[in-house]
């Protein structure tokens, strides 16, 4: 037995400072529960915020693409692709008012991919242009375009 404060102390143990496992052990438990609520909710979030991000990215290119058509009056073309909007297109005659560049760089999907161009558009609209989504995979639901896809509501 030790003395503590002048009494005897039955038990010397009982004044050690820390922390037992038993202690340990349920901090660990409860960050694991509360990382089990939180993380799904701020996933599901995260690709909400990519597809809105895409969304932003279509139509910012496809506002560049218009300004390009109102200088020269006319899209690019599939062939020289949105890279018309960063460099003067070799195709134009000198006499062309190109009042470029329209982007400041190449741009990219959240996914770091590039975008999809075709002109003409095959969609009802005067060009495509599309991010491929999360999948990377052309023509499928999660792609993030400038025209509404089969069965898709106005929003």
């Given amino acids: ?8 102390n039955p038990n010397p143990r009982r004044n050690r400072r820390g922390f037992t496992l038993v202690e340990l052990m349920l901090v660990v438990i409860i960050i694991g529960v509360l990382a089990g609520i939180v ?8 690709q909400k915020a990519s597809l809105a991000a895409a969304k932003m990215t279509v139509q910012g290119v496809s506002t560049s693409l218009e300004q390009f058509e109102l200088d020269v009056q006319r899209f690019p073309s599939t062939e020289e692709g949105l890279s018309a909007l960063l460099e003067r297109p070799a195709a134009l005659p000198e006499e062309t008012v190109w009042n ?14 590039t975008l999809v161009y075709r002109y003409p558009g095959d969609k009802g609209v005067d060009f495509d242009l599309i991010s491929m989504g999360p999948d990377g995979q052309l023509d499928t639901e999660d792609d993030v ?11």
């Fill in 1 to 8: 037995m030790n003395r503590v404060g002048g009494i005897l």
């Fill in 100 to 113: 470029g560049p329209y982007l400041k760089e190449m741009p990219l999907d959240p996914w770091s991919r």
């Fill in 39 to 46: 993380i799904p909710r701020l996933a599901g979030r995260t």
């Fill in 145 to 155: 375009t400038n025209f509404r896809k089969e069965g898709e509501s106005a929003e």
